[in-house]
């Protein structure tokens, strides 16, 4: 089934293919216009501009047009996407010929902190080597503790120069789960 998610990852392809840096984050409850559920929506950023927005309709408007529960969507502003580009050509990323290193990474979390907002410190923390990142579960329950959720990513590293070694990988996994930790993420086991 599609999800939100599936959402979140067609904007990032979108704004991929044409160079656009966008980052996601969570706005106030008020700020959300009404068609979108609240808590369960994200700003599309680049930078300081506002772009638009992504995420799960608001059960009424699911309701009102006959869509299945928890349909998403996205809106893009297309005029101000391409109004943040620099005007250079895009540079296409080189193909990678060394293997890949797929892991999969399960934070908790407490609820407050979005999807987009751990995705943004794995990008940052895993740096030039993170070739993908899925978020492919969101699980809340007994098993994570009350007012917390768990948010599980399938992440793919290879390096354009090298094979990774084991330690390579341990190292990009170290750092990331460092840099989770200062938004409170904790991995699982």
């Known amino acids: ?20 840096a966008i980052e996601l984050d969570q706005p106030a409850a008020d700020d959300v216009p009404v068609q979108w559920h609240p808590g369960r929506v994200a700003r599309v950023m680049v930078g300081d501009v506002f772009t638009g927005w992504v995420g799960e309709l608001h059960p ?6 006959g869509f299945p529960a928890h349909s998403a969507a996205f809106e893009l502003n297309l005029t101000a996407l391409f109004a943040t580009l620099t005007g250079k050509p895009v540079q296409a990323k080189p193909i990678s010929t060394f293997p890949p290193v797929k892991q999969d990474l399960a934070f908790t979390v407490d609820e407050t ?7 943004n410190v794995i990008r940052k923390a895993a740096g030039a080597n ?3 990142i899925e978020l492919f579960d969101v699980f809340t329950g007994e098993q994570v503790g009350e007012s917390k959720k768990s948010l599980a990513y399938a ?13 390579d990988s341990d190292a990009i ?13 904790q991995l699982r086991a």
């Open 1 to 20: 089934p599609v999800d939100w998610s599936d959402a979140v990852e067609a904007v990032r392809r979108i704004a991929g293919r044409i160079g656009a």
């Open 60 to 65: 009424r408007v699911n309701e009102a047009l």
């Open 113 to 119: 902190v979005t999807a987009g907002q751990l995705e």
């Open 130 to 132: 993170l070739e993908s």
């Open 155 to 167: 992440v793919v590293f290879r390096s354009p120069s090298k094979t990774l070694s084991a330690e």
């Open 173 to 185: 996994r170290k750092a990331i789960v460092a840099e989770a930790a200062e938004i409170g993420a």
